[in-house]
């Protein structure tokens, strides 16, 4: 039985407070920019954050459904209510705060116990909240925080004038995503218990190699835009419907309903854009080279546009910086991506021991098991 643990909680505890701050920041640098007469700027930050918010209680509420199926309906009609604020999260977060608190600091886990024990069914409920916030926290890093990213970037880029409120808005964009893909990945780990643990090292070997491959395509797609509005629109919409179209190939069955599915695959096609996830569990040597290569060509191809239709850009210093931080965040990027898949990354997903519903009681005796959603949600 995987165990939830104090550092697990602390863990909780700080992704909790960066979320509250994260959403402070949004509504912080929004207002600056609509002071300063920026509209576009300050709308495109609200959509984000609207765009984000809906997704994640839709599925945040569709996901309590779920798991409450046959209970009370006055308590799922409240929920609802609270979802229709855009607080959802919140409940997500009480109930893992209260599971948490009882698994680490008031429970004690039996190694040869059942989970259906007292104390094992304290620390699944506790591992099941966080999972369920980790999921919800990959499709707003992807939603709203990278697009965010973004968005300062290419205004730094297209203006020159920075102001601190966009430095605060890159600063916590970068913290959002590390820390979602890392409690992600730690998440992932713990739904396969016949793998080894995320230790520290390989945690920023992981880390490293998201951050850099996404901020490289960040850069080239800032690039891009700054030199073409329509061609960057027309890129952007390409790689989603091609992201779509693969993610429609893989058949996933995340979700209970059709019209849920379809939600999500739509989701992981803009995932996709920014970064890869292997979305069935399968072996994806093949997938991720072509991806990254593909990425890699793009990059390539939009520094070498520059060259023949702005010549006179490249003697700017700031074209020559951002050029070079863009070609070397994606070398060392890839570079963690085959240091992580060679040497820290979970090889097997589909094991019996990772995908049973059932486990061994005591005394010869099974015990009926729920296999989480995690299962058929986007692995690594």
Not at 60 to 79: A, H, I, M, P, R
Not at 148 to 172: P, R, V
Not at 336 to 354: I, K
Request: hydrophobic share 45%.
């Amino acid at each position: 039985m995987v165990k939830f643990t104090k550092q697990n909680f602390f863990f909780l505890v700080g992704g909790m407070i960066i979320y509250v701050v994260d959403i402070g920041v949004d509504f912080w640098v929004a207002s600056r920019y609509f002071c300063q007469g920026q509209y576009s700027w300050s709308i495109l930050i609200l959509c984000f954050r609207g765009l984000s918010s809906i997704i994640t209680q839709i599925f945040s509420y569709e996901w309590f459904k779920n798991d409450w199926e046959g209970t009370d309906t006055g308590k799922l009609k409240l929920v609802f209510l609270v979802h229709l604020f855009h607080c959802g999260i919140f409940i997500r977060y009480w109930f893992a705060l209260k599971y948490g608190c009882q698994a680490a600091f008031k429970q004690t886990s039996s190694r040869g116990a059942s989970e259906a024990d007292p104390s094992n069914f304290i620390q699944k409920q506790a591992i099941d909240a966080v999972t369920d916030i980790n999921m919800l926290r990959v499709f707003k890093a992807f939603l709203e925080t990278t697009p965010q990213l973004f968005l300062q970037i290419y205004i730094l880029m297209e203006h020159g004038k920075t102001h601190f409120y966009q430095y605060a808005a890159i600063m916590m964009s970068f913290c959002g995503i590390s820390l979602s893909m890392v409690d992600y990945q730690i998440s992932l780990r713990k739904s396969l218990p016949d793998k080894d643990e995320f230790h520290l090292f390989s945690k920023f070997v992981y880390l490293f190699y998201k951050l850099l491959t996404i901020t490289s395509w960040i850069l080239s797609i800032s690039l891009i835009t700054l030199l073409n509005v329509r061609i960057s629109v027309i890129l952007l919409i390409f790689l989603w419907i091609s992201g779509f179209i693969w993610t429609l190939k893989q058949n996933t069955t995340f979700c209970k309903s059709k019209k849920m599915e379809y939600l999500y695959r739509t989701i992981v096609g803009i995932i996709l854009f920014f970064s890869f996830f292997n979305i069935k569990g399968r072996r994806t040597k093949f997938c991720i080279s072509i991806y990254y290569a593909t990425h890699t060509v793009v990059t390539l191809g939009i520094l070498f546009v520059y060259m023949f239709w702005k010549p006179s850009i490249i003697k700017e210093i700031c074209f020559t910086i951002v050029s070079i931080l863009t070609i070397s965040s994606l070398v060392l990027g890839i570079i963690f991506l085959v240091v992580y898949y060679s040497h820290f990354h979970p090889t097997t997903y589909c094991t019996p021991q990772a995908y049973s519903d059932e486990m061994d009681g005591g005394a010869g005796q099974k015990v009926r098991v729920k296999t989480g959603r995690f299962q058929n949600f986007l692995m690594q």
